[in-house]
């Protein structure tokens, strides 16, 4: 059973970078697919900040891509997120996933809250 | 990056069927197969249910169907039941030159 457990700082300051990890396992990323990170603001939608495919190849929402940047450890089995110049707007349950192809996500973490304040 | 655009809600009684519908442009929803939706209950991750317009994954109930008509996606709810009562959210991929995934902005679908 493939399982993806997010991992990172709750509370992070304005300005400063926002930094997640999701650990995989059941299934190792350098065998394929796509690994992404999605978020959902309190009270609001999904909204898909970029993903990473498992030979390093990035993706990015057009919106956030200036601030965004994907990365992946296959040695470790996990990938991150690093999110920079951070406001409070970018508060919100952020989850990792797998996806197969075209938005095809199959598994999804349990999500991680994190929470922009001074 | 716009976001798709769902109905903020829906509503139907038990046994009936709702209709989300999602719409985008001729660079998401219409210029591609691959549009998706997604069960999502609170405090749980969202959940699978059509991928590529009309597939449904082993597993999700024949009473969740897919379709598409132009730049408009829908998904079909029918014989609803109690535990159908979530936000339901469309997913197209994008193509160009940055490819990329969108969302629609949810529907919260309520059996009454």
């Known amino acids: 059973q493939v399982q993806l457990q997010e991992s990172g700082p709750g509370l992070v300051k304005p300005s400063e970078t926002l930094s997640l990890t999701c650990a995989v396992s059941?299934?190792?990323?350098?065998?394929?697919?796509?690994w992404n990170w999605i978020r959902q603001p309190p009270g609001k939608g999904l909204e898909w900040i970029g993903s990473?495919?498992?030979?390093?190849?990035?993706y990015y929402n057009p919106s956030l891509k200036s601030r965004v940047t994907i990365s992946v450890d296959t040695s470790k089995n996990q990938f991150s997120l690093k999110l920079s110049s951070v406001t409070a707007a970018d508060t919100a349950l952020y989850y990792c996933?797998?996806?197969?192809?075209?938005?095809?996500?199959?598994?999804w973490g349990q999500g991680t809250l994190v929470t922009v304040s001074s | 990056q716009s976001a798709l655009t769902q109905p903020p809600s829906a509503s139907g009684s038990p046994g009936q069927s709702v209709t989300i519908s999602c719409t985008g442009t001729?660079?998401?929803?219409?210029?591609?197969?691959?549009v998706s939706w997604y069960q999502h209950h609170p405090g749980k991750a969202p959940k699978l249910l059509i991928y590529?317009?009309?597939q449904r994954p082993s597993g999700v109930p024949d009473r969740f169907s897919g379709s598409k008509s132009g730049n408009t996606a829908s998904l079909t709810v029918s014989g609803l039941q109690a535990e159908d009562e979530a936000d339901y959210y469309c997913c197209s991929y994008a193509g160009g030159n940055n490819p990329h995934v969108v969302f629609g902005g949810g529907t919260k679908l309520t059996v009454l």
């Open positions: 001729s660079s998401d929803v219409g210029g591609y197969k691959y």
């Open positions: 990473i495919y498992h030979s390093g190849t990035t």
């Open positions: 059941g299934y190792s990323i350098s065998s394929g697919y796509y």
């Open positions: 996933a797998r996806e197969h192809h075209h938005g095809l996500i199959d598994y």
């Open positions: 590529e317009v009309s």
